[in-house]
């Protein structure tokens, strides 16, 4: 029987088959999970619809996280399908491309606060509306980068949205421990999708890697999906509030 056998989970940030979250989405149906999904506009219904179909989705329904009717509307639907469920999946970010290179001095006001909004609010608000429909025991993971925690060249904007990320899943992990919700995130190392190619420089990330994290390679979309699923997992029942990363090491290079 798979370590999710039973479970019902629910999966934000599919734009195509190199997302993060299509590779965790078909880990979690291997062991078990029954799924639904979302997509961020109508430009991603054609990607993502045959995803779900592949994956046997529940649903799949179109959530832009910064609009709350669909925010509302997705969560009706959640209700109708699921009733309750056990897992949320959040792998959300983005910043506007000329925040991502240059000097992080010149970000702008706009940017600066979208970034903010869907890449870190978007799970606040993801967490609210899952409290009330999430079992005990329920678990939920996000995506983050360790340009959060030190100057990585590009990152800029994102690094810091990444830093709101962070410390909101500790604090959701507070809040939400009393009803044995869990919540934790994988800071992992480049993957090259589609968000990661708004990143000037991309492929120097990429060799850096290669070249000094103590595993000598890059991380898969595999490696990730196999955290996600321990996190999700009964196997991390005493896991909250962390952050597991998923870099090849990279992370305790000085
Ligand atoms: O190197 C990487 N790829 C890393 C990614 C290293 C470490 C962390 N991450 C994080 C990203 O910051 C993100 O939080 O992993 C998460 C998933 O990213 P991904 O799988 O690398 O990228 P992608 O396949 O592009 O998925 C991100 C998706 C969006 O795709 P696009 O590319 O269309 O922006 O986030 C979703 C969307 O599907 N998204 C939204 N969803 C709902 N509402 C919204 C929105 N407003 N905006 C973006």
Do not use: W
């Not at 045959?50 to 046997?56: F, K, T, V």
């Not at 669909?70 to 109708?80: A, D, G, N, Y």
């Not at 600066?112 to 079992?135: C, T």
């Amino acid at each position: 029987m798979g370590l999710l056998a039973g479970k019902k989970a629910l999966i934000f940030g599919v734009a195509n088959n190199k997302s993060i979250a299509y590779a965790i989405a078909k880990k979690f149906k291997e062991e078990g999970a029954e799924l639904g999904f979302t997509y961020a506009g109508d430009a991603l219904k054609r990607r993502v619809e045959p995803i779900s179909e592949e994956l046997g989705g529940k649903f799949c329904v179109k959530c832009d996280v910064t609009n709350e009717d669909e925010l509302q509307s997705t969560f009706e639907v959640v209700e109708k399908e699921f009733g309750k469920f056990d897992i949320l999946v959040h792998s959300i970010a983005f910043a506007p491309a000329e925040d991502l290179k240059g000097r992080f001095i010149d970000t702008s006001k706009e940017g600066f606060l979208k970034a903010m909004e869907i890449s870190a609010y978007s799970l606040v608000r993801l967490a609210k509306l899952s409290e009330p429909l999430m079992n005990e025991g329920g678990s939920i993971v996000t995506m983050t980068y360790y340009g959060s925690v030190k100057v990585v060249k590009n990152y800029n904007l994102m690094g810091v949205a990444k830093a709101a990320l962070e410390s909101s899943m500790r604090y959701l992990a507070n809040d939400l421990g009393e009803k044995k919700i869990r919540i934790n995130a994988i800071s992992a190392g480049p993957i090259k999708t589609l968000a990661a190619s708004g990143i000037a420089g991309f492929r120097t990330i990429l060799s850096l890697i290669e070249e000094r994290a103590p595993l000598k390679r890059n991380v898969t979309q595999e490696d990730v999906a196999k955290a996600a699923l321990f996190l999700c997992s009964d196997m991390a029942s005493g896991v909250t509030g962390d952050i597991l990363y998923v870099d090849s090491g990279y992370n305790i290079l000085g």
